[in-house]
């Protein structure tokens, strides 16, 4: 039943009332069933009805009440000395009889929903004015009610009306809420590339939407729209003292969210004072470090960032960073944890259900403000633990899936220069030369010697295992010549040092002397590389793992480029690459072909 204030009983029966069109919409939108109204209200209507329209109207009010369809409030003691102390409460106003009756009404029977034209809102206490918003809910007129940061399901239910034509938009960070709320989420993702570069070109139209610079920007900034907001504001307002080149240099500092550019926007789209490390900081802040949940998410997100930044990672792999306790229900504890970065507090996003992805910009945020010493390493132990374990398996597809990372890990590791960095140096460059990129594979090969030259020895058996690598890799392009004195001096350390019957010492010796054996001819090696490669897609279709398939697509398409780079026309080279792209399409289309 809806409380009906004085306003709406005349503007209903006054057909030239200025608010008799939008009455008669909602009286027609109300539930089935009579008007509820007190008889001060009652009163005054008559009143005003008959200063209008004299008896006609108030013949059609009484018309109402008689027919059943406006009933009258029996107002009983308790409610009018609640009256009584609302008029001298809000005797400036004044409030009136009427008005305090519905109050009072409102207040006592539990009823939220009031049909009122009532203009005078604001002299009103908090608390009432709250009782009033919630019923102007109620009733059937649509709204649009936006709660912004709402990121409490408690708070959500409580203030959500139960009824009327509201609806509700929600601005959040969380991911998931209650099923029972009803929500349906709608992520907002990071901005194409062309609609950044757009955003970016709305603050400097004088740039040429080519300009190489934007997109650079762009990648940078992982096409997030407050950065970029950010940083083509900055880009206009000195527009005269630095070019998109030169900031561009700015964001490959270490400390890129120090810049000034991303410090603050002055008044924002939004009309907030915004900074881009404060934005982060609002939600990684909730975390509390003295709770068993945030305390694990906290250092996922600690190690997450060590990661390659912005590229998607198995939840596995992450996992296999953490120090789990033995407990039966480890992995509900970690799962937990990532669903609170994730749903909780949007720091963490979901690719899918096996992948997570950490924005670069979050990244850099997470590396300033983390306390966490041991992530990097617990980081790179468990890539150098997987990268060890799939190439001693001999094949690259799995690895490939994780190149990205495990090249960001070694090369931060490679920092320090020490056996850690070495062993991942060593895993990565034989996981190019798996895949065939045996320029790439060099220089961590190198990278690794000098490390082990430097930590271990010259004459260290590790050190003789990165020579002997070498030799192989020379070996595998075909410089035989260069390859010799690798193996020579491994040779000579193994012996030395682990006995001229040791299997390394044995393996190295069959190295060398392999030099000496007929050389593999063009039509051999193509024939090899072919036969391997639709072995691995058969192998692969037969399968049935998405992401195996898509990490050996990736592997073709390299050996492709690789095969076809620098090649004159007429090569045998250059159709070994169609070939491989060849496969490369069955795998992508799923055909079993031969």
């Known amino acids: 039943m809806i409380l009906t204030d004085t306003g709406p009983l005349v503007a209903l029966l006054d057909k030239d009332d200025v ?161 029972i709320l009803d929500v349906h989420p709608l992520a907002l993702a990071v901005l194409a590339r062309d609609a950044s570069i757009a955003l970016l070109r709305k603050h400097r139209p004088d740039l ?24 083509g504001s900055f880009l206009a307002k000195y527009r005269n003292a630095i070019t998109p080149g030169a900031y561009l240099d700015r964001l490959h500092k270490p400390n890129l969210l120090a810049d000034r550019s991303l410090q603050n926007l002055g008044v924002s789209p939004t009309k907030r004072t915004e900074s881009l490390a404060r934005t982060f900081a609002l939600s990684y802040e909730r975390l509390d470090a003295s709770h068993p949940t945030d305390t694990l998410a906290l250092q996922a997100l600690a190690r997450i960032a060590c990661f390659a930044p912005g590229v998607s990672l198995p939840p596995w792999l992450l996992q296999r960073t953490l120090v789990l306790s033995d407990d039966p229900d480890a992995a509900f504890q970690f799962e937990d944890a990532v669903l609170r970065l994730s749903d909780d507090l949007g720091l963490l996003e979901t690719d899918g259900e096996d992948a997570l992805r950490l924005h670069r910009l979050l990244a850099t945020f997470v590396q300033s403000v983390t306390t966490d010493q041991l992530a990097q390493l617990a980081v790179e132990n468990a890539m150098l633990e997987v990268a060890r374990s799939y190439n001693n398996e001999g094949y690259p597809a799995p690895l490939l899936a994780l190149q990205s990372h495990l090249r960001v890990i070694t090369d931060r590791a490679c920092e320090r220069m020490d056996e850690v960095a070495a062993d991942l140096c060593n895993e990565l460059g034989y996981q190019l030369q798996m895949i065939g990129d045996f320029a790439a594979a060099r220089p961590y090969y190198e990278r690794a010697l000098a490390i082990r030259e430097q930590v271990l020895g010259a004459n260290h058996p590790d050190t003789a295992l990165s020579l002997n690598n070498l030799g192989v890799l020379l070996r595998a392009q075909g410089d035989y010549q260069a390859a010799r004195p690798y193996y020579e001096r491994a040779l000579a350390i193994c012996e030395q040092r682990l006995g001229p019957d040791h ?45 195996q398939r898509a990490a050996l697509v990736a592997q073709l398409e390299q050996q492709a480029q690789w095969a076809e780079k620098d090649e004159p026309q007429g090569s045998p080279y250059l159709l070994l690459a169609q070939k491989l792209r060849a496969l490369k399409e069955r795998l992508e289309l799923g055909e079993d072909g031969a």
């Open 208 to 231: 040429p939407p080519a300009d190489p610079a934007l997109a650079a920007i762009a990648e940078e900034l992982g096409d997030l729209p407050l950065a970029l907001q950010l940083a």
């Open 503 to 547: 299997p390394t010492t044995q393996t190295i010796r069959d190295n060398l002397r392999a030099l000496d054996t007929p050389q593999e001819t063009a039509a051999q090696k193509i024939a090899r590389i072919e036969a391997a490669a639709t072995a691995a897609v058969n192998q692969r279709l037969a399968e049935d793992n998405a992401e």
């Open 19 to 179: 608010h008799h069109p939008a009455c008669v919409i909602i009286a027609q939108r109300l539930p089935p069933g009579p008007l509820l109204t007190t008889w001060p209200c009652f009163v005054e209507a008559m009143y005003l009805l008959g200063s209008v329209g004299r008896h006609r109207y108030q013949a059609e009010l009484w018309r109402l009440w008689a027919t059943g369809r406006l009933i009258l409030y029996d107002l009983v003691p308790r409610e009018l000395e609640r009256m009584s102390v609302l008029m001298d409460k809000y005797r400036d106003t004044p409030m009136d009889i009427a008005d305090a009756s519905l109050i009072a009404v409102a207040e006592s029977s539990g009823l939220r929903s009031v049909f009122s034209l009532d203009s005078d809102f604001a002299t009103l206490a908090l608390a009432d004015q709250v009782g009033l918003v919630e019923s102007a809910w109620q009733n059937p007129l649509p709204r649009l009610l936006i709660f912004d940061n709402c990121e409490d399901e408690q708070l959500l239910q409580q203030w959500r009306p139960p009824g009327g034509g509201c609806h509700i938009l929600l601005t959040s960070r969380r991911a998931h809420y209650d099923s």
